[in-house]
C-alpha cells in the first residue's frame, strides 16, 4: 500500500509539472523582468520581442517603441538584450522602414548600451563600451539575408549582449500628423554553430570638402590590409544627396579588383559581391566618391545633418571562426599616388532619373502627394514580405484563367495596375515549316493574326478586361510592359520589336526590318525578349533564335552597343557570354543588373547594365538542358521555368524560386491541375504571385505562396500576443505558486482539476486490477522523468553592442551639423594602419536596452 502511495504521489507531482511547467519553445529564452515594451496602439509590431523559430532559431523584433521626433536631423536609439544566454549567430536582417520617415537606420552589437531609458536621444551616445555596426539602411533597401554557414556571432563569452537600434529621422514632414513610428528591424538567430564568422569592414572619408559649384569632386580612402583573410560578400555604400557614384576595390600588384560600384542615389541595400573577392594580408582596399557641388553656394562638408555629405564604403565579409574580427574601418589614404591608376568606371556617374531623386531624398524635402495612410500601406507592404524568403508557391486551383481558349502562349507580363498580359499567336503555329535554312518565314501566304493576340486579364478572376494586337503579328514571342504601361513585344516571323500604348493602335516605335533576318545594328534575327531600364529607359533586347546577342538601344531606339557570342560546340561547357538562345530577360533594376535565361545553355546569365560586364551565372543540375524564362520580383527572390527532359534524362520540368543573392534554389513547384509540357515564359508580382504561360498545353496557371514558419512569425509579430506573465515568472522551483500570478483564474482552476481527475482514473483502475501497477523500477523510471521536466535552464542577464561617435575626437573634421550629435569618443576596432573609430553614417549612438 506504501507502495501505491508513493507512486501516487510521484504521478501527481510528474502531472502537475507537466500542467503547470510546460514551456512553449519560447522557454528556452531569458524571462524579461519588467521590460515589456509599451508600443503604440499605431505600431506594426507587437510587444512580442522573441518569436520560436523551431529548436535551435529564433526571430528577435527590434522597434523603434512609438516615437514621434520633434525636429529634423533627429537620432534616437534604444537597446533590446539578446535573449539567450549561449553563443547565437545573426543569420538575416529584415527591415522595417520607410524612406518617407526615416532617413537611415544602424545597428550595433555592443556590452552596454549608454541608457537604460525606452528609448534617447542618441546625443548621449550608443553604447558605454565598444560596439560593432552589424546592419545598415537607408532608402527603402531591401532585406539582407547572409550566404549559408555565415553569421554575426553575438553572445556568449566573446559577443555582445545588447543590440542597439539608431534611426535616424531626416526631415520630419511626415510627422505633421503626430503620428508613432516603430521603426526597426527583424532578426533571424540560431544556435547552431557557423563555421564563418561576419564582419563588417567600414571605409570612410573624414575630412572631403566639397566647393560650391565644383562640378567633380573626388574622395578617396585606401588602407593597407594586415590581419587574417577575409572574404566578401556584400557591399553598400552611403552618401548624402550630392554623391554620384561610389565604388570599392581590392589592389594586389597593381592591379584593380572591383569589390561593388553603386550610385547612393538608389536603394542603399546590401548588395552581392558580384564576383568572389578574397583580402589577403598587404592587399590595398580603396574606395572613392564622387561629387558634385553644383547648386551649392557655399562648402559642404563631411558632417550628420542633411545639409553635409558622407563618403562610405561598407563591406560585409567572413572569416574563419577562430581569426574572426566582427567589425574594421578605414578612414585615411594611405596612398594618393595610386588613385591615378582607379579604373575609369569609378569615375562615371551612374544616371538616376529625377523622379527617383525626389523619391528618395527625405531631407528638408516636401513630399505633397504622401500622406499617413500611404506610409501605412508602405509599411504594411514590407511587414507582408516573407522573412528569409523561405516559402513555397503551388497552384491557385480555383483560378479559372487556366480555362481560357487561347493559341500558343508565349509571353506574360504584369501592367502596372497588376493586370495579368497575355501575349498568344491566335490560330498561328510555329513548326517545322514555319521557316527556311536562312530564317526567312515561308507562312507569309496566311496573312497576319486575325485574333487579338494581346489579352488583359483581371488576375483575381481571369476576366478580360482589353485586348488589342489585331492584325499586327505573325508569330508573337516575348512580351514586357515598361513602368508607363507600354508593351513592347517580339515577333520572331517578323525579326522586328514593337512599343505599343495600351490603347494605341498603331505601334509608337517599331525596331528591325519587317521579314528580314539579319546581324547587323538594323536588323533581328528573330528576337526573343526586351526588357526596359525603368531609370533611365533604355530598351534591351535578346537576339535570338539565330542571333546570340543582348543589343542596347538608347530609349528613342537608337543603338548603343551589344555583347555576347554563340557558343563553341567543339569547346563542351559554354563560356561566359556565350548564347545558345537568349530566350528570356529579367532587369533587375536594385542590382543593376540584366540577367538572361541562356535556354539552351540551361543557365542564367546576368550582366552589368552600363557595360554589359559578365558578373555571374546560375546553374543547377535540376535546370536539365534548357532554361527557358526568368522573372524577378524586388526584394530578392528569382524565379525561372526550365524544359522538358531529354530521352534518357529524369529533371522534370518545373519551376524554381531562388535567393538572387546566393543563386540557391529556395523551392520548386509544378501544376496541380494539367501538366506542363513547354513553360515557355514566367512572370511574378511583388506579393509572390507567380503566373507561367506554356506555349504547348496553350495554358496560363497561376501560383499562390503558402505560408511557411518564416511567414507565420510575421502574423504573429502583427497580432497581439496573449500575457505571457507565467512564462516570464515561472520557475522550475514553486512552479504551482509563482504560475498563478497572473494566470487567468479559468486556466488556473483547469490545471489544478487535470491532476485530481487523472488520480481518480488511476485509483478506479487500481481497484478494477486489484493488482499493484509499477514497481521499484517504475519509480526509478518516473523520478529520473519529473527530474528532466523540473531541471529546466534560466536565463542571464543580457548585453549590449555599440559604436561611438567618430567625429567628436576628430574636431579638426567637426561641422556645424555634426557637433550636435558627436559626443561620444571612439570606440572602433583599431588596426594597425588607421587609427580611426566609430562608424559614421550617423555618427551618433545607438540605444540602450531596458534592464532585465
Not at 531591401?142 to 539608431?166: A, D, I, N
Not at 526590318?513 to 546581324?519: C, D, I, R, T
Request: with cysteine; proline share 6%; hydrophobic share 35%.
Amino acid at each position: 500500500m506504501a507502495g501505491l502511495i508513493n507512486n501516487l504521489l510521484i504521478l501527481f507531482l510528474v502531472f502537475q509539472n507537466i500542467c503547470l511547467g510546460f514551456r512553449s519553445p519560447l522557454s528556452v529564452f531569458k524571462r524579461y523582468k519588467d521590460t515589456t515594451r509599451s508600443l503604440s496602439s499605431e505600431c506594426l509590431g507587437s510587444d512580442q520581442t522573441v518569436i520560436s523559430l523551431g529548436l535551435s532559431d529564433f526571430a528577435l523584433d527590434i522597434r523603434m517603441p512609438g516615437v514621434t521626433p520633434k525636429q529634423s536631423d533627429t537620432y534616437l536609439c534604444m537597446s533590446v538584450p539578446l535573449p539567450v544566454d549561449d553563443e547565437a549567430y545573426v543569420v538575416d536582417f529584415k527591415p522595417h522602414a520607410s524612406m518617407d520617415t526615416v532617413h537611415h537606420m544602424l545597428l550595433f552589437g555592443c556590452n552596454e548600451p549608454s541608457s537604460t531609458e525606452n528609448y534617447w536621444d542618441c546625443d548621449e551616445g550608443t553604447c558605454k563600451d565598444k560596439s560593432n555596426i552589424l546592419y545598415a539602411w537607408a532608402r527603402n533597401a531591401p532585406p539582407t539575408r547572409l550566404p549559408k554557414g555565415v553569421g554575426f556571432r553575438v553572445g556568449g563569452e566573446t559577443g555582445g549582449r545588447f543590440f542597439v537600434l539608431q534611426v535616424h529621422y531626416g526631415d520630419i514632414s511626415a510627422f505633421r500628423d503626430k503620428h508613432k513610428d516603430c521603426s526597426g528591424v527583424t532578426l533571424h538567430l540560431t544556435h547552431q554553430k557557423q563555421p564563418l564568422i561576419a564582419g563588417m569592414y567600414l571605409m570612410m572619408s573624414v575630412n572631403t570638402v566639397i566647393p560650391p559649384g565644383e562640378k567633380v569632386v573626388d574622395a578617396d580612402i585606401a588602407c593597407h590590409y594586415k590581419r587574417f583573410p577575409m572574404h566578401l560578400f556584400a557591399y553598400r555604400v552611403h552618401t548624402h544627396r550630392l554623391g554620384k557614384v561610389v565604388s570599392g576595390y581590392r589592389v594586389r600588384n597593381g592591379q584593380w579588383t572591383l569589390i561593388g560600384r553603386q550610385s547612393p542615389q538608389l536603394p542603399q541595400a546590401f548588395y552581392p559581391v558580384e564576383r568572389p573577392v578574397d583580402i589577403s594580408y598587404d592587399d590595398i582596399l580603396a574606395a572613392r566618391c564622387v561629387f558634385s557641388g553644383e547648386g551649392r553656394t557655399t562648402e559642404t562638408h563631411i558632417g550628420g545633418t542633411a545639409n553635409d555629405e558622407m563618403c562610405n564604403f561598407y563591406i560585409m565579409y567572413y572569416m574563419e571562426a577562430k581569426h574572426a574580427v566582427s567589425y574594421m574601418t578605414c578612414t585615411q589614404n594611405a596612398n594618393p599616388e595610386m588613385f591615378r591608376n582607379i579604373p575609369q568606371e569609378a569615375n562615371i556617374p551612374i544616371p538616376v532619373k529625377s523622379d527617383m531623386l525626389k523619391m528618395t531624398h527625405g531631407h528638408h524635402e516636401e513630399t505633397k502627394d504622401t500622406d499617413k495612410s500611404s506610409l501605412l500601406q508602405q509599411a504594411k507592404k514590407e511587414e507582408e514580405e516573407i522573412l528569409g524568403q523561405d516559402f513555397h508557391i503551388e497552384e491557385a486551383v480555383e483560378w479559372p484563367g487556366l480555362d481560357l481558349k487561347l493559341g500558343q502562349v508565349s509571353g506574360l507580363a504584369l501592367d502596372p495596375e497588376h493586370n495579368l498580359v497575355i501575349f498568344h499567336r491566335g490560330d498561328h503555329v510555329w513548326d517545322e515549316n514555319s521557316f527556311d535554312s536562312k530564317f526567312v518565314y515561308q507562312q507569309r501566304g496566311l496573312g497576319p493574326i486575325e485574333q487579338n493576340t494581346i489579352l488583359v486579364l483581371n488576375p483575381s478572376n481571369a476576366k478580360l478586361l482589353h485586348s488589342m494586337g489585331k492584325s499586327l503579328f505573325y508569330l508573337p514571342h516575348g512580351l514586357s510592359i515598361d513602368k508607363n504601361g507600354n508593351y513592347w513585344v517580339t515577333d520572331v516571323a517578323l525579326h522586328q520589336v514593337f512599343k505599343l500604348g495600351a490603347d494605341d493602335k498603331e505601334p509608337l516605335l517599331i525596331l528591325g526590318v519587317a521579314l528580314q533576318p539579319g546581324s547587323d545594328r538594323n536588323h533581328f534575327c528573330q528576337p526573343t525578349d526586351v526588357a526596359v531600364d525603368p531609370i533611365t529607359g533604355s530598351i534591351y533586347v535578346s537576339d535570338g533564335y539565330c542571333n546570340s546577342r543582348i543589343i542596347q538601344f538608347s530609349p528613342n531606339g537608337l543603338y548603343v552597343m551589344q555583347w555576347g557570342e554563340g557558343t563553341e560546340t567543339s569547346s563542351g561547357r559554354a563560356r561566359p557570354g556565350q548564347f545558345h538562345i537568349p530566350h528570356s530577360l529579367a532587369l533587375i533594376p536594385d542590382f543593376n543588373q540584366l540577367c538572361v535565361a541562356d535556354r539552351e545553355n540551361g543557365r542564367i546569365q546576368c550582366f552589368r547594365l552600363e557595360t554589359g560586364e559578365f558578373l555571374r551565372e546560375i546553374k543547377h543540375k535540376s535546370f536539365g538542358r534548357e532554361l527557358f524564362a526568368v522573372s524577378y520580383v524586388p526584394g530578392g527572390l528569382l524565379f525561372a521555368v526550365n524544359g522538358m527532359p531529354y530521352p534518357g534524362e529524369t529533371e522534370p520540368v518545373q519551376g524554381f524560386v531562388m535567393n538572387f543573392s546566393t543563386g540557391e534554389i529556395i523551392s520548386t513547384f509544378i501544376p496541380l491541375r494539367k501538366s506542363f509540357e513547354m513553360p515557355h515564359d514566367v512572370v511574378a508580382s511583388e506579393d509572390k504571385t507567380v503566373y507561367v504561360g506554356d506555349v504547348l498545353a496553350r495554358a496560363v496557371w497561376k501560383f499562390v505562396s503558402t505560408e511557411k514558419s518564416e511567414a507565420i512569425v510575421e502574423a504573429r509579430l502583427k497580432s497581439k500576443p496573449e500575457s505571457t506573465d507565467p512564462v516570464k515568472k515561472q520557475e522550475k522551483q514553486h512552479s504551482v505558486q509563482q504560475a498563478s500570478t497572473g494566470v487567468p483564474f479559468v486556466l488556473i482552476t483547469t490545471l489544478l482539476i487535470i491532476p485530481v481527475v487523472v488520480l481518480l482514473a488511476i485509483l478506479v483502475f487500481i481497484r478494477w486490477r486489484k493488482t499493484t501497477v509499477y514497481g521499484a523500477d517504475g519509480e526509478h523510471k518516473l523520478d529520473s522523468s519529473s527530474g528532466r521536466i523540473l531541471g529546466r535552464l534560466r536565463g542571464k542577464g543580457g548585453g549590449g553592442l555599440n559604436l561611438g561617435n567618430f567625429f567628436a575626437s576628430h574636431k579638426g573634421y567637426s561641422r556645424k551639423g555634426f557637433d550636435r550629435l558627436s559626443t561620444e569618443g571612439s570606440d572602433q576596432e583599431k588596426d594597425e594602419d588607421d587609427g580611426t573609430d566609430s562608424e559614421e553614417e550617423c555618427s551618433a549612438p545607438p540605444p540602450a536596452p531596458s534592464s532585465s
